[in-house]
């Protein structure tokens, strides 16, 4: 990272200390496609872009606004000790730390171990979780008929476990410790935990797809100036939302 380590510090400095997040933000990895040599470049088949440059985004939930970055350079970028997809979530949430904010997360990084951290920061989290979680009962992953909802509690340690059956015989398992009963949303019809991970789940994905409108990349075999004009996409974005934030009425003219 050294070509554009001083200059990406710096925009993430920034990021984190113009902006405020609401009451949720969101965790995910942006891609960002390269074909040209890079030492730390992966390849995942399954993706647009098989070949890309990985970053962990935190992001807000509502407005998108990218509020930290890292990026994934391989063996050596986290601190040892912990798996990596935890690390990563810690690696990115120092700036919202102790102000009782919520995580969400997808089923990569959602894990015990990570809500009992976020905890101890009070800070909340919600998300699915793999179906090979050791803590999910057996009972959770069994065939279902379609709308089945199963609730396991932990109340010592304010931990929920909701597992659902949106189609026949799947089941989603949810990890919260935001949540702590029984609830159904009544305009959907659907648990609450569903609900509002459904909403939050996005804010990366939409930030990405916001900066993908207006973007100012150019062919290039240069990691470092794939990477900057990323950088300068996020940071427009970001420019962007903390404007339309300041001036609420601002869409009406």
């Not at 959907?188 to 509002?196: A, D, H, P, S």
């Not at 974005?237 to 009425?249: A, D, E, R, V, Y």
């Amino acid at each position: 990272m050294a070509p554009i380590r001083n200059i990406y510090d710096k925009f993430v400095a920034s990021c984190e200390e113009n902006y405020t997040p609401g009451a949720g933000c969101t965790v995910d990895e942006s891609l960002h496609g390269f074909r040209g040599r890079c030492s730390f470049k992966q390849n995942i088949p399954n993706k647009p872009s098989k070949y890309s440059i990985k970053v962990y985004i935190l992001a807000d939930s509502k407005t998108f606004y990218s509020v930290s970055s890292k990026i994934y350079t391989g063996v050596g970028t986290h601190a040892p000790g912990l798996p990596v997809p935890t690390q990563a979530v810690l690696d990115l949430v120092p700036s919202v730390s102790g102000k009782n904010r919520n995580i969400t997360t997808d089923n990569y990084y959602t894990s015990i171990p990570l809500a009992m951290e976020l905890k101890s920061r009070k800070l909340t989290l919600v998300g699915t979780m793999k179906k090979n979680k050791a803590c999910i009962p057996p009972s959770f992953l069994t065939k279902a008929d379609e709308g089945t909802v199963q609730y396991a509690f932990d109340h010592a340690n304010n931990f929920t476990l909701l597992s659902v059956a949106p189609k026949k015989n799947k089941r989603v398992v949810f990890l919260s410790t935001m949540h702590s009963e029984k609830k159904t949303d009544k305009d959907t019809g659907k648990e609450e935990i569903n609900v509002f991970y459904n909403q939050e789940k996005g804010g990366v994905d939409s930030h990405d797809q916001m900066c993908s409108l207006y973007i100012t990349a150019r062919k290039t075999n240069r990691w470092p100036m794939r990477l900057f004009y990323r950088m300068i996409d996020s940071a427009a974005l970001n420019s962007f939302l903390i404007f339309t934030k300041n001036m609420p009425n601002f869409g009406e003219h």
